[in-house]
Nanobody, 123 residues
Framework: QLQASGGGLVQAGGSPRLSCAASGGTFSRYAVGWFRQAPGKEREFVAGISWSGGSTYYESSVKGRFAISRDSAKNTVFLEMNSLQPADTAAYYC??????????????????WGQGTLVTVSS
């Protein structure tokens, strides 16, 4: 089970950090991704991290602004977001997949999903 948190109302330029906490299973063996879904749009991949935390992959619009990391001892994955813009407003979801390929971007590649946390960026 995955639980995403850390969303809320943020001013443009803000730097919130999202968390994805896992309970049960073997989360530390899974690659994890963050996705987001803006109002009226399809869910899209944002960032992925390997099971070890040693490799990461980012969607082009967030590369250099967002950073994904994980604390395996705490079964938690983080998404540090910087220089937020109104276009980043979305519900953010974490997801885990058992293949171990952190660069997978398709929704169908991910088996376990959190409930989403809403990030609203005001201008």
């Amino acid at each position: 089970q995955l639980q995403a948190s850390g969303g809320g109302l943020v001013q443009a330029g803000g730097s919130p950090r999202l968390s994805c906490a896992a309970s049960g299973g073997t989360f530390s063996r899974y690659a994890v991704g963050w996705f987001r879904q803006a109002p009226g749009k399809e869910r899209e991949f944002v960032a992925g991290i390997s099971w070890s935390g040693g490799s990461t992959y980012y969607e082009s619009s967030v590369k250099g602004r967002f950073a994904i990391s994980r604390d395996s001892a705490k079964n938690t994955v983080f998404l540090e977001m910087n220089s937020l813009q109104p276009a980043d407003t979305a519900a953010y979801y974490c997801a885990a997949q058992t293949s171990g390929y952190y660069y997978y971007t398709r929704i169908a590649d991910y088996t376990y999903w959190g409930q989403g946390t809403l990030v609203t960026v005001s201008s």
